[in-house]
């Protein structure tokens, strides 16, 4: 049985030996990081890909008088950075939003693992193809998109990633980010995400209380984000029961 809920575990090409030698990866070295801390800084030389076994983070860029913008989110069972052999220094951060328990993986062993068997490699071209689909998304959004189209995306996005390793129990999910990181995601103020999220509730789309999101028209707040799942590419991956 695996024990852990990678995302490239959903890739239709992977078959169950090369879920176990994943799995058996992830086992060799883990590190928790307590929130609002970094798991890698801007400028230092990246050591490691990172699975993301527990918790929630982000990639993000932070100006010298503190405005910061998120760049992604990386959500449980994410990996990221795994061509790690051609960058010198990192670009931006990655920071931990919640308490994050990771899973540090050498490049040259994930490398081998990929070179020795090629449904491993098929599934990181995969991921790595989600997640280059997932910025340009956010990109379109902050040019094109409305406030409220772009918070009812992140909703969208975030139940359909959660959902994909098993982590959302019906339309429910877990939703830990606060008004102001849903902020630093969107470009717009923590003022105007209130209202937002107002907006939403009162139509009977969401529920958001604590740090748990529940999704009461799913439809209704696909049709209101302009979204389609297709920059997340799920056509590769083994079907999800909801």
Same mark, same amino acid.
């Given at each position: 049985?695996? =024990?852990?809920?990678? =995302?490239?575990?959903?890739?239709?090409?992977?078959?169950?030996?090369?879920?176990?030698?994943?799995?058996?990866? !992830?086992?060799?070295?883990?590190?928790?990081?307590?929130? =609002?801390?970094?798991?890698?800084?801007?400028?230092?030389? *990246?050591?490691?890909?990172?699975?993301? $076994?527990?918790?929630?983070?982000?990639?993000?860029?932070?100006? *010298?008088?503190?405005?910061?913008?998120?760049?992604?989110? $990386?959500? *449980?069972?994410?990996?990221?950075?795994?061509? $790690?052999?051609?960058?010198?220094?990192?670009?931006?951060?990655?920071?931990?939003? &919640?308490?994050? &328990?990771?899973?540090?993986?050498?490049?040259?062993?994930?490398?081998?693992?990929?070179?020795?068997?090629?449904?491993?490699?098929?599934?990181?071209?995969?991921?790595?193809?989600?997640?280059?689909?997932?910025? =340009?998304?956010?990109?379109?959004?902050?040019?094109?998109?409305?406030?409220?189209?772009?918070?009812?995306?992140?909703?969208?996005?975030?139940?359909?990633?959660?959902?994909?390793?098993?982590?959302?129990?019906?339309?429910?999910?877990?939703?830990? $980010? &606060?008004?102001?990181?849903?902020?630093?995601?969107?470009?717009?103020?923590?003022?105007?995400?209130?209202?937002?999220?107002?907006?939403?509730?009162?139509?009977?789309?969401?529920?958001?209380?604590?740090?748990?999101?529940?999704?009461?028209?799913?439809?209704?707040?696909?049709?209101?984000?302009?979204? &389609? *799942?297709?920059? !997340?590419?799920?056509?590769?991956?083994?079907?999800?029961?909801?």
């Amino acid at each position: 049985m695996l =024990r852990y809920r990678s =995302r490239l575990f959903a890739y239709s090409g992977l078959d169950a030996a090369d879920r176990a030698r994943i799995d058996a990866l !992830l086992d060799q070295r883990q590190r928790n990081i307590a929130p =609002r801390r970094d798991v890698v800084s801007e400028g230092e030389v *990246p050591r490691f890909v990172h699975f993301v $076994l527990d918790g929630w983070g982000c990639r993000y860029r932070q100006m *010298p008088d503190g405005r910061r913008q998120l760049l992604s989110l $990386l959500l *449980p069972g994410d990996l990221f950075d795994s061509n $790690l052999q051609v960058v010198a220094r990192m670009d931006h951060a990655v920071g931990a939003i &919640t308490a994050m &328990t990771v899973a540090e993986v050498p490049p040259d062993a994930l490398s081998a693992l990929a070179e020795a068997h090629v449904g491993i490699a098929q599934a990181l071209w995969w991921n790595d193809h989600v997640a280059f689909g997932t910025h =340009r998304e956010w990109i379109a959004s902050l040019g094109l998109r409305s406030a409220r189209e772009r918070i009812a995306l992140l909703f969208c996005e975030v139940y359909f990633r959660l959902r994909l390793v098993g982590r959302c129990p019906a339309l429910t999910c877990e939703f830990p $980010l &606060t008004q102001a990181d849903l902020a630093e995601a969107t470009g717009l103020t923590p003022v105007h995400v209130n209202r937002m999220v107002q907006e939403l509730r009162r139509e009977r789309l969401i529920e958001w209380a604590g740090r748990s999101l529940t999704i009461l028209d799913l439809d209704r707040l696909c049709q209101v984000a302009s979204f &389609t *799942p297709g920059y !997340l590419h799920l056509d590769r991956t083994v079907p999800v029961a909801v």
